[in-house]
């Protein structure tokens, strides 16, 4: 599996990172590198509960940044 976060800064200042390949994981953050490990943070713990609910077996996994 390969994951990428992506993020932008909102037009209040804050910094979004999401991860498009894992719906509704997205984190804000005050800085570019605090949103981006909050995604980072979410995601892992998205694919700890489905691997931890039999909903996925395990995988190779690599996060880039886009």
Same mark, same amino acid.
């Not at 979004?16 to 498009?20: D, G, S």
């Not at 570019?32 to 892992?44: F, S």
């Given at each position: 599996m390969h994951f990428t976060i992506e993020?932008?800064?909102e037009e209040d200042g804050r910094w +979004?990172?999401? @991860? /498009?390949e894992l719906p509704g994981v997205l984190a804000y953050g005050a800085t570019? *590198?605090?949103?981006? %490990?909050?995604?980072? %943070? +979410? %995601? !892992?713990? @998205?694919l700890a509960?489905? !691997?931890? *609910?039999?909903? %996925?077996? /395990?995988q190779p996994i690599?996060?880039?940044v886009a």
């Open positions: 993020h932008e800064r +979004l990172a999401e @991860v /498009p570019e *590198n605090e949103a981006m %490990a909050k995604a980072q %943070a +979410l %995601a !892992l713990r @998205v509960e489905r !691997l931890e *609910n039999d909903e %996925a077996g /395990p690599s996060i880039a």
